[in-house]
């Protein structure tokens, strides 16, 4: 199947398979807000325990929290979200190219100057100006119309509306409304490990250089919000932020940025299909900042970023809350005297647990036409997901409904159920119930039948390979359980 037809088709089979659904979907849905199915629910369970574990279990200087999703204002003034996120924006409907609307004009004016029509260019920006001091957004649409203001890339006039674009939701706290009572929901995880800082280094006894983990929803305003569980309004972060003494970040830096592409490799992600994207412009915070990409059905985007935070956010919020937050380093440095106080610098990651979830299933997903003995066509789709995730295991299969075999898959499934995920299927054919199996990716199947009474040995399954042999019925649990994370 061409590539570009992929992405539809998965969208297609996550729904009819209990992966993801549009949410509220009796109401037609809510855009760039999805649900996850029972499927789904447990793949995206077993990423996140997966990143869970290597960052909390196998550092033993990276611990994890889990703060709350509202947090005190200040927070997002501190960490100058409220300033940055708010600007009028507007689309161009043929390129989907987003700009923010002082940008677009100010260019239009640029471009009357070097034309020597100074007087409407100055009669643009004073209108400009006024229109943006009133929040006249209506009055903003209707200059860049007046003025045919066109798209760089489309060459078109194709407006949407212009809309103030504030990447934060907010909602209030209590009954009151007021301004001291407008909250936000967090934009990301980050601030609530940053204002945790000393809490966790102090109660934790930690020694820099040390990390804090956390995974949890965070929520964007995102204008321009397609591709499916790619941009979501959403969604939910694994970041870590690494605390490090003041110039070290860098080895820090490379260090993380080395780490986390193996990372990706150990879940099953092809090296090819990863590359790193430097950003050249930096936000007001980072010193420097990757972009870890996968090759998506639609193109190279970001799955995670790596990113050199210096100490702006610890100081700012030292600033916004006038509480010291420092660390004294008592380790000795060149001239042998104690580093001493001074506030860390941090070297962060931070990915997508739903961009996860589009890269595993982007990857595993698979349609496969083959001929049989017979001369026929037979095909299957196959989720091909590394088996520590997947979520089940393990299918137990009778043969048929009846002579025992359900008992003695029973009796399977209540040993198994304790270490791992396993499905019991009695209905339909055993070809049927392996197609089933290989569309929500249960990466073995194991059949009873008659001769398991006789011999104790089953036939197993194996996903990938659809290869099948017998093995002894007391081995099917161990086998399995390798593939536990
Ligand atoms: P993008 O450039 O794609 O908007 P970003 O640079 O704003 O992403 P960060 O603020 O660095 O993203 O957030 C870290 C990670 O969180 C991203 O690498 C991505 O995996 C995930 N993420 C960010 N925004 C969204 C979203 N709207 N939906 C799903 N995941 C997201």
């Known amino acids: 199947m061409a590539e570009a037809n992929i992405f539809p088709a998965l969208i297609a089979h996550c729904k009819e398979y209990g992966y993801i659904f549009p949410s509220s979907e009796i109401y037609d849905g809510l855009s760039a807000v999805y649900d996850y199915g029972q499927n789904g629910a447990q793949l995206k369970k077993n990423i996140r325990d997966y990143w869970w574990k290597s960052m909390t279990q196998l550092n033993e200087n990276i611990v994890g929290i889990d703060a709350a999703i509202f947090m005190h204002p200040t927070t997002w003034k501190a960490s100058g979200h409220v300033d940055n996120f708010s ?32 007087q409407l260019a100055n009669d643009t920006i004073c209108e400009m100006e006024k229109l943006l001091a009133a929040d006249d957004f209506a009055g903003l649409k209707k200059l860049i119309d007046d003025n045919k203001i066109k798209c760089s890339v489309s060459g078109t006039c194709n407006w949407t509306e212009v809309r103030q674009f504030n990447l934060m939701f907010s909602t209030e706290l209590g009954s009151v409304a007021e301004d001291a009572n407008t909250i936000y929901l967090r934009p990301e995880t980050a601030q609530g490990i940053f204002v945790n800082f000393l809490n966790v280094q102090k109660t934790g006894r930690m020694k820099i250089p040390f990390g804090i983990a956390q995974t949890g929803k965070a929520f964007r305003n995102e204008i321009v919000a397609r591709q499916f569980i790619f941009r979501m309004r959403e969604f939910e972060q694994m970041e870590m932020q690494f605390f490090v003494r003041p110039g070290t970040e860098d080895h820090w830096y490379n260090y993380w940025k080395a780490e986390r592409i193996k990372w990706h490799e150990s879940l099953g992600v092809p090296a090819t299909k990863l590359r790193y994207h430097d950003h050249i412009k930096l936000a007001h915070y980072a010193k420097a900042a990757v972009d870890i990409e996968f090759e998506f059905p639609f193109g190279w985007k970001e799955l995670e970023g790596v990113h050199s935070r210096t100490d702006f956010d610890l100081k700012q919020h030292q600033e916004f809350s ?3 937050i420092q660390y004294f380093d008592n380790d000795l440095n060149e001239s042998g005297k104690p580093y001493g106080n001074y506030i860390p610098f941090v070297v962060e990651t931070s990915v997508g647990l739903d961009r996860l979830v589009l890269t595993i299933l982007s990857m595993a997903y698979e349609e496969q ?16 997901i590394p088996a520590k995730i997947a979520p089940y295991k393990l299918a137990i299969l009778p043969l048929i409904k009846k002579d025992g075999l359900p008992d003695i898959a029973k009796k399977l499934l209540d040993e198994c159920k304790q270490c791992f995920h396993a499905f019991y299927e009695e209905k339909d054919s055993i070809g049927k119930r392996y197609r089933r199996m ?3 990716g249960t990466p073995f199947c194991v059949t009873i039948d008659h001769q398991t009474k006789e011999d104790n040995t089953v036939t197993i399954r194996y996903r990938d390979s659809m290869k099948q042999e017998r093995i002894a019925l007391a081995d099917v649990k161990k086998i399995v359980e390798q593939y536990t994370i």
């Not at 036409?369 to 091909?384: A, H, Q, Y």
């Open 87 to 118: 600007d009028p924006m507007i689309d161009n409907k043929d390129s989907n190219k987003r700009y923010r609307v002082d940008h677009l004009i100010e260019g239009f004016a640029e471009e009357q100057l070097a034309k020597g029509n100074t």
């Open 369 to 384: 036409k083959w001929n049989k003995e017979d001369g026929t066509e037979d095909s299957r789709i196959v989720l091909k």
């Open 322 to 324: 006038k509480k010291k």
């Open 438 to 440: 290989d569309a929500i």
